[in-house]
């Protein structure tokens, strides 16, 4: 990337091939218009626009080229217009140099830009202005402070000034009292052109040859590169994958076996085992909760560190019977079963024997 006015300082040998370049062109070269959107499709303006600018140009229409730009706003647009003449010529500079131009771009964008603001650059005798994102010009010094003056006047909100060039002297004292100057020289080098028209389009888009220089191969390679770096990401998120499934597994099983206290089963045999499991608890919850089951376990806490022993036990659904012996600390407590009637009577003093008769107060 370099300005077509330093192309002679770049030195290559004979039959070298022609390397791509991003070319700044003089925007004293170039007009800017701004009009209204024709009413037509935007694919048919580029037939149309040349018609509706016919009496605005200084040359026939045949010897012009017209590059449409962005919309500057919802009802207009903006229109390019460069002499093919000079665009032939540019062309057959920067391919005189060694270079193959693939796209060119009016050097005013090279100018820095921000809401608000006029930004002007000393170039080689011209200055290059530019006053919003789209629109700028190069001219010379007098007629460059005219035009900010214009610009200034014409401004609904008085905008600030910057301007770079060697000598502060060669601007008028009542800009120079507005602006911010500096000597900021500019590397055309090491300027983006990413907001900027490429003049480079309709018959003159360029067309690389060589196979250092094909796109298609360079898309096609960079097509290969991402393809192989989604398979590798593809590879590494299967095994994370993986190894995440594995860590799932182990962690069902074990905990399997700590619910069940069932081990040695596979995981595929997980769901078999698991609902016999189930199956089997639920009848042994059925089987606790009917009588005499459910008594006898009722008793657990009562009959707790009672120093007795037992004699007997008759259970049936319709009541439990207990002979015990040496049962005197039992009846020191407080005797109760919830849900249940309890009957207590002493049998043979001699071997201090008792009885309790546990009966269901709602037999089922």
């Not at 299967?238 to 799932?248: E, G, P, V």
């Not at 182990?250 to 189930?278: A, P, Y």
Request: with cysteine; glycine share 4%; charged share 25%.
């Amino acid at each position: 990337m370099d300005h077509i006015y330093n192309l002679d300082t770049h030195v290559r040998g004979d039959d070298v091939e022609l390397v791509p370049a991003n070319l700044w062109i003089p925007s004293e070269r170039i007009a800017i218009h701004r009009i209204a959107k024709p009413t037509a499709p935007r694919r048919k303006w580029s037939g149309l626009i040349p018609w509706i600018l016919e009496e605005k140009i200084l040359q026939p229409l045949e010897k012009t080229h017209f590059v449409i730009g962005d919309n500057a706003t919802d009802e207009l647009v903006d229109v390019f217009v460069v002499s093919k003449d000079d665009l032939n010529a540019w062309v057959n500079v920067a391919q005189n140099a060694g270079f193959a131009p693939i796209q060119m771009t009016p050097d005013y964008f090279a100018v820095p830009w921000e809401e608000g603001r006029i930004n002007a650059l000393w170039r080689k005798g011209y200055f290059l202005v530019r006053h919003s994102l789209s629109e700028g010009f190069s001219a010379k010094a007098d007629l460059t402070w005219a035009m900010i003056d214009c610009l200034i006047r014409d401004a609904k909100t008085p905008p600030r000034l910057s301007i770079s060039l060697p000598d502060s002297q060669m601007i008028p004292q009542h800009l120079r009292d507005l602006a911010e100057v500096n000597d900021n020289s500019q590397n055309w080098q090491m300027i983006e052109m990413s907001d900027g028209i490429n003049l480079l389009s309709g018959d003159y888009r360029p067309i690389i040859k060589g196979s250092s220089v094909n796109l298609w191969q360079l898309n096609l390679a960079g097509f290969g590169l991402t393809m192989l770096l989604l398979l590798t990401y593809l590879n590494i998120l299967s095994a994370n994958l993986q190894t995440d499934l594995s860590k799932i597994e182990l962690h069902l099983m074990d905990s399997f076996e700590r619910v069940f206290s069932v081990q040695n089963v596979s995981l595929e045999q997980l769901q078999t085992v698991g609902q016999q499991e189930i199956t089997r608890l639920k009848v042994q919850d059925q089987i606790f909760n009917t009588e005499p089951t459910k008594a006898l376990m009722s008793m657990e806490k009562l009959m707790d560190n009672c120093e007795c022993n037992l004699v007997s036990l008759k259970a049936d659904e319709d009541k439990v019977t207990l002979r015990l012996e040496g049962g005197e600390k039992l009846l020191a407590k407080k005797l109760s079963l919830e849900g249940y009637s309890l009957d207590v009577a002493r049998g043979n003093k001699r071997k201090n024997e008792l009885t309790m008769v546990f009966t269901p107060e709602n037999p089922l």
